[in-house]
């Protein structure tokens, strides 16, 4: 009887010791798992591309790619430098610097101007010249070969006719007037150049040369032609003899003979 007594209690005081000690070891685990510091995990850092001057610009000096050289930076260190990273930035050889960029400052839009812009002129034009507009035909700037910063030659074409009282055969001739004309500005009223729209070339001229053209455009038809040098300058020259050997450039019949010029 006492034995059936015995056995009940003791299993019991033993459960009730394993019950106590599992929960103080489960204490004591809640203690270690709190006092283990907790593990910052750290975001990546997202990088972009920037452009960084190899060496100083000056204001007003015209920008290539070669001037700078790409370097990969934090994408926020951009941002802050007024980098926009979704608008990647191709450098274009008619931009041209609107304040001094130091060797490697990065180029953001604030630093240059694109043709596109109102106050390029103002930026491209050099010291005592001033912009003259000329309008042409679109094929002669179609495909790029006249641009901002290009140079051109000018041409004038005169043609004369019969004269009054005497009848001659009319004569062209072609003359270069200017040669390797900076070339400012390229514009269209619409924005797109068409072979038969007309186009507004900007012209950089000297006070000189200005006075010559407003000229030459009241006596004669102007082209302008991309430049190959002034050296090449003076071969754009020819009349009507030169394209037919046997037209002889001005013939005036008087009476019974002929004379001809």
Same mark, same amino acid.
């Given at each position: 009887?006492?034995?059936?007594?015995?056995?009940?209690?003791?299993?019991?005081?033993?459960?009730?010791?394993?019950?106590?000690?599992?929960?103080?070891? &489960?204490?004591?685990?809640?203690?270690?798992?709190?006092?283990?510091?907790?593990?910052?995990?750290?975001?990546?850092?997202?990088?972009?591309?920037?452009?960084?001057?190899?060496?100083?610009?000056? !204001?007003?000096?015209?920008?290539?790619?070669?001037?700078?050289?790409?370097?990969?930076?934090?994408?926020?260190?951009?941002?802050?430098?007024?980098?926009?990273?979704?608008?990647?930035?191709?450098?274009?050889?008619?931009?041209?610097?609107?304040?001094?960029?130091?060797?490697?400052?990065? &180029? #953001?839009?604030?630093?240059?101007?694109?043709?596109?812009?109102?106050?390029?002129?103002?930026?491209?034009?050099?010291?005592?010249?001033?912009?003259?507009?000329?309008?042409?035909?679109?094929?002669?700037?179609?495909?790029?070969?006249?641009?901002?910063? !290009?140079?051109?030659?000018?041409?004038?074409?005169?043609?004369?006719?019969?004269?009054?009282?005497?009848?001659?055969? #009319? #004569?062209?001739?072609?003359?270069?007037?200017?040669?390797?004309?900076?070339?400012? *500005?390229?514009?269209?009223?619409?924005?797109?150049?068409?072979?038969?729209?007309?186009?507004?070339?900007?012209?950089?001229?000297?006070?000189?040369?200005?006075?010559?053209?407003?000229?030459?455009?009241?006596?004669?038809?102007?082209?302008?032609? *991309?430049? !190959?040098?002034?050296?090449?300058?003076?071969?754009?020259?020819?009349?009507?003899?030169?394209?037919?050997?046997?037209?002889?450039?001005? !013939?005036?019949?008087?009476?019974? #003979?002929?004379?001809?010029?």
């Amino acid at each position: 009887m006492n034995s059936r007594i015995i056995i009940p209690v003791g299993l019991i005081a033993v459960g009730a010791g394993l019950y106590g000690f599992s929960q103080d070891y &489960l204490k004591s685990q809640k203690v270690a798992v709190a006092s283990e510091p907790t593990v910052q995990v750290e975001q990546p850092i997202t990088m972009t591309m920037v452009w960084q001057a190899k060496s100083t610009i000056e !204001a007003r000096q015209g920008l290539t790619s070669t001037m700078f050289e790409l370097v990969s930076v934090p994408e926020q260190q951009a941002i802050d430098k007024g980098i926009d990273p979704s608008e990647p930035i191709n450098i274009e050889d008619t931009w041209i610097a609107t304040k001094q960029i130091n060797a490697e400052q990065w &180029l #953001s839009t604030n630093y240059y101007v694109t043709p596109e812009a109102d106050s390029y002129i103002d930026y491209a034009i050099s010291q005592n010249h001033v912009p003259f507009p000329m309008v042409v035909k679109g094929s002669a700037v179609i495909g790029g070969s006249v641009k901002a910063g !290009a140079e051109v030659d000018i041409i004038a074409i005169t043609e004369q006719n019969e004269s009054e009282g005497a009848y001659r055969v #009319s #004569s062209v001739d072609i003359q270069p007037i200017m040669a390797a004309i900076k070339v400012l *500005k390229v514009e269209s009223n619409d924005g797109v150049f068409s072979t038969n729209d007309d186009v507004t070339v900007v012209l950089e001229l000297s006070r000189k040369e200005l006075a010559t053209l407003t000229i030459a455009k009241q006596i004669a038809k102007l082209e302008l032609h *991309k430049s !190959a040098g002034i050296e090449q300058a003076v071969l754009l020259q020819a009349n009507s003899g030169d394209v037919l050997p046997q037209f002889k450039a001005i !013939a005036e019949y008087r009476g019974n #003979s002929l004379v001809v010029r």
